[in-house]
């Protein structure tokens, strides 16, 4: 059972006061402070002697306080009633939500609450609307992807997926898309689990499987809708899988979103959801696979000479002196040497070499050195680029990705 309830939050005391505060101030605090740290999650944990709060900042869980346990119930008990959950559940798992606003934000909270041994666990998830409304220029994409993503957008038919694991900004391009098609004389209708953020002239619909409103079956009475545009929060079956090829192939703009370590990957993946290979290569427009990297500290970034390790890494020349940054760390990014983050992006366009391709094959190598013949960088190379830059450090690179040769 999931509610909304609005909630304004006003004064708070400081991180080091909240322990001694009422348990109502207690949470006001906690929801302001976490946005205000520029959190994706608050995660609340009861162990034997104490109650763990991290955020989760810049994709990394961070410790922002302990409290005791006696603070629990009445911890536990606020959050339920803000979601409208059931307080005297403490057995199986519950899933609520809190819309309120902190300044001039407004922030969407997705409560899950999970039976652990020492209590109950809960994990909130922090929405702030404010962050899907972001131009192009603001997607971090390079001029090279800018110019791609133009020619996507001008395509009248087919399939545009975008693709990266869970909190990788996929939900944000989305948004960013739609955004630039939503014109009056174009009928845009979405399907999402759930809506995240209310677009104005944009029809959107949330799926409701208890009553039977799934991806498929919401998608089938969307088409009936005289959409120009559709999207699909997520392909998530076979079933849906057919249905929006279907659209496209038809004459409709399909964009959605998948789970794939890059863009040629995406092919093999349709096709292993069960669509015939002719069907992928009929539909397809493009491929945009994306990550999220943290950038360098600008209160604390130092330069440094690169070793000959990291010169191997980004493909450099191992003679040259090159200079690389990092953060130091520092007060205002925690002494993490990170602030903020950007997104890597990697565009595949889809062209009659990579159709023919597909007629035969969907070896993921084979595809990626069409794109790449094609003009596609890839993420590695996209952020080698943001490393030389000095936006982001060689550790994010690694992270992401190999560089391929």
């Known amino acids: 059972r999931e509610k909304q309830q609005q909630k304004n939050v006003g004064k708070v005391e400081s991180m080091e006061d909240v ?9 006001d605090f906690l929801f302001k402070n976490s946005v205000e740290m520029r959190a994706s999650d608050i995660h609340i944990e009861p162990y034997e002697k104490e109650i763990r709060i991290r ?17 629990l119930a009445p911890l ?18 519950q899933d609520g939500r809190i819309m309120m606003n902190v300044g001039e934000d407004d922030v969407d909270l997705r409560v899950s609450v999970l039976p652990v041994v020492n209590g109950e666990k809960i994990v909130i998830r922090i929405l702030n609307r404010s962050s899907y409304q972001v131009g192009r220029n603001r997607l971090g994409m390079s001029a090279h992807n800018l110019v791609k ?10 399939i545009i997926l975008v693709t990266g ?11 960013t898309v739609l955004g630039e098609k939503n014109k009056e004389d174009i009928n ?9 953020y209310p677009i ?42 057919q249905i929006a090829v279907r659209a496209a192939i038809t004459g409709h703009v399909v964009l959605s979103t998948l789970h794939t370590n890059d863009a040629p990957s995406t092919v093999t993946r349709l096709i292993d ?27 604390c970034k130092v330069g440094y000479a690169a070793s000959v390790e990291e010169k191997e890494v980004l493909l450099e020349d191992v003679d040259q002196v090159l200079t690389l940054y990092k953060g130091a760390g520092c007060g205002h990014c925690l002494n993490t040497g990170y602030m903020g983050r950007t997104g890597v992006y990697e565009i595949m366009e889809i062209t009659r070499e990579h159709r023919e391709l597909m007629s035969h094959s969907n070896d993921v190598n084979l595809l990626r050195d069409v794109s790449i013949r094609n003009g596609m960088k890839t993420l590695g190379f996209e952020c080698k680029d943001l490393v030389l830059q000095g936006i982001t450090t060689i550790e994010e690179l690694t992270s992401i990705t190999m560089l391929r040769e």
């Open 273 to 299: 959801m069960g669509l015939e290979p002719y069907l992928v290569s009929a539909s397809l427009s493009g491929v945009i696979a994306q990550r999220l990297v943290k950038k360098i500290c600008p209160h």
């Open 55 to 71: 955020y989760r900042i810049d994709g990394d869980l961070q410790l922002a306080n302990t409290l005791s346990l006696e603070t």
């Open 76 to 93: 536990v008990a606020r959050i339920k009633i803000l979601a409208g959950l059931n307080i005297a559940e403490r057995r199986i798992p």
């Open 188 to 196: 845009i209708v979405t399907i999402e689990d759930p809506v995240e």
């Open 19 to 27: 322990k001694n505060a009422p348990v109502v101030k207690m949470v």
């Open 149 to 158: 993503l133009d020619r996507l957008m001008a395509i009248p038919n087919g």
């Open 200 to 241: 104005h002239g944009v029809n959107q619909v949330n799926i409701n499987p208890k009553a039977g409103l799934t991806f498929a079956s919401g998608l089938r009475s969307i088409l009936r809708q005289d959409p120009d545009v559709v999207m699909i929060g997520e392909i998530r079956d076979e079933e849906t899988a």
């Open 165 to 175: 694991p869970t909190g990788s900004g996929k939900s944000t391009t989305l948004y």
